[in-house]
Structure formats: C-alpha cells, structure tokens
C-alpha cells in the first residue's frame, strides 16, 4: 500500500508514539569561571563550532545551547559566561546572572576546572549549585598536566568539597575524552520527546553567530591591552540572492570601545589590524553559513558603556 494512502492516525503515529517513549532529552549546563574551556568542550560536543573561544578571559557572554542527538538521546547544552568575581561593572552583573538562571532548571551540570587546580574563583562558582541537581567535575586541560601522580591527592580533595556523581580527568581537545562524556552524560536525562530537530545544532540565529565570530576575531588579534570592555553590533545582516553564488550574505557590524585610544588599537597602524578582523571573519563565516559573504566593518567609542545598564541591554545582553 501507497503510505501517502495510510490513515495519518494509523500505524505511523503509532510507530512515532512508540519510538517517542523510548527518547531520551536533558539540558546539561557547562559551568566554570572565565577561561577553563568550557566553550571549546560545547564545540566539541556538539562536532562544530558555534561558541567562540579565545585565550582571554570574558569570551563567552551569552547563554548558549548547543544540541547533539546521538541515537535515541538528545542532548542539551548550555556554554555560559564564565563567573567572574573580578569586576563589579553592569557587564559584569549581567553575565553572572545568566550563569545563575542556567544552574538552576537542568538535569546535569558540568562543573570545568582546570585538572590540579581549584582557586577561589572555582569555589565561587561551586557554591552556585543547586542541591537536587548532579553535578559531574570536569578536570579539563589534562594534557598541561604533566606529572599525573599529583593528581589522585588533587581528585580527593575535590571529593571532600562537593558530593560530585562523577569525575572526568580529560582534555577537550581529546576526541576519546569526549566520547566518554557522553556515556558518562546519558545516564542522566530523562525519557522524554527531543525538544529539537535531530539535525539542529544551536537555538541561536546566524546574525547572533556573525556578531559573535568578529567578537572572536576582535579578542584573538588584539593583545591584552584590549580590554574586555568591547562589544560587537551587528547592524545589518542581509542575505541577497545571487545566481553565481547561491546564497549571499551581506553583514554590517560596529566593534564598539571605551575609549579613542582603543579604537586606534583596533584599526591599528593603516587599518591594518581591522582589515585582518574582516578578513578572518569572512572567511570562517562563508563556511560556517555556506555562503559568499561580504563584510563591512565599523568602530565607535562609547565611553562608559560597559557600566551604563541601559546601554549593556541594548548592546543585546541580558
Ligand atoms: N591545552 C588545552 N587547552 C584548552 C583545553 N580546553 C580549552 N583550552 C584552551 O583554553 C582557552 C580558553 O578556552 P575557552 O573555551 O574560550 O574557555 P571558556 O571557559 O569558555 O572561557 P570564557 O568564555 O571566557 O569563560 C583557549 O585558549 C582554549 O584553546 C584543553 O583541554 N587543553
Ligand atoms: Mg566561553
């Protein structure tokens, strides 16, 4: 029989129905302070970049989801800013309240620190946890430890400071670590329908992916003199048909700064460092969305603005 001629609440319903009851969904939160790699782990987990990741402090600043479906289990993850205790700007504020609303309603949290070291830092972001949730401790960058035995006094002293459900020496950049997680992670979500598509990767737009890969492109290439205290406005994103490229995206962005003299610092000597930002970014943008793209990049000083509560939201933070 034509299946298109089948009853619609016939025996394919009942075969989803089925298959439905046996699906597993959860949302695991990545949580740490800033720098331990706990967006590199969301990449690797989900197999493609979507969260940026750089050497500074301070990269990540929005809750981000990124999805995996692997057989019958969806899984859900959250990046999130890492909790800082530094600075006490409305930037600031705005990104540790968005790691606080990402503990709280989730199945699993990821707790990242760097394997051998646990600072106050950590110890702030431990007491963030919520009692009814496991808890899993993420010893990240295991390959920058080089001596191993150190690391068993290391692991019990961890056991004595929160009644963790597991604990993960590993290395994100380890695709066998990674796989492991998964085993590990599974166990904990609940039978339950997927929330997402099986072939959906992130909740966010791809405007939201191109403000934040020139925001990545921006921390890598300026040194440390930039401070954190920039941001990126994606003023346009257009996509135009074009018959010799198929898609064709045209993206306007403002890098805002604090002050004249890091502007000078982002246009660098004959608009040298800028150009490079572009060009870094349109190239990983055309692969990321498959499309030709064309940017167009600007640079303003808003003094001030990472601690005017006004201007932090309509920079697009929370
Ligand atoms: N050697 C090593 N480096 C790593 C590992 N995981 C992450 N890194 C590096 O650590 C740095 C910080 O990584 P991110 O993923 O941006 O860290 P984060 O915790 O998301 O940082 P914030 O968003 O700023 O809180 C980057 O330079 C990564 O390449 C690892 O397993 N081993
Ligand atoms: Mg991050």
Known sequence: ???????????????????????????IA???????GKSTLLNALVGQKISITSRKAQTTRHRITGIRTIGATQFIFVDTPGFQTRHAKALNRSLNKTVMGAVGDVDLVLFVVEAGRFTLGDAKVLSLLQPGVPAVLVANKLDQVHRRA?????????????????????????PKDIERLFAICGKYLPEQPWWYAEDELTDRSEKFLAGETVREKLFRLTGEELPYTSTVVVDKFEEEPSPQHGRFVKIAATIVVERDSHK???????GERLKRIGTETRVELEKLLGAKVFIELWVKVRAGWADDEARVRSFGYE
């Open 1 to 27: 029989m034509n299946p298109q001629e089948q009853d619609p609440a016939g025996p394919q319903e009942a075969g989803k129905a089925t298959a439905a009851a046996t699906q597993r969904c959860g949302v």
């Open 30 to 36: 990545i949580v740490g302070k800033p720098n331990v």
């Open 264 to 270: 000078a610092m982002v246009i660098g000597d004959k």
């Open 150 to 174: 150190e690391l068993a006094p290391w692991l019990r002293d961890m056991q004595e400071r929160h009644a963790f459900a597991e604990f993960v020496p590993m290395s994100a950049k380890n």
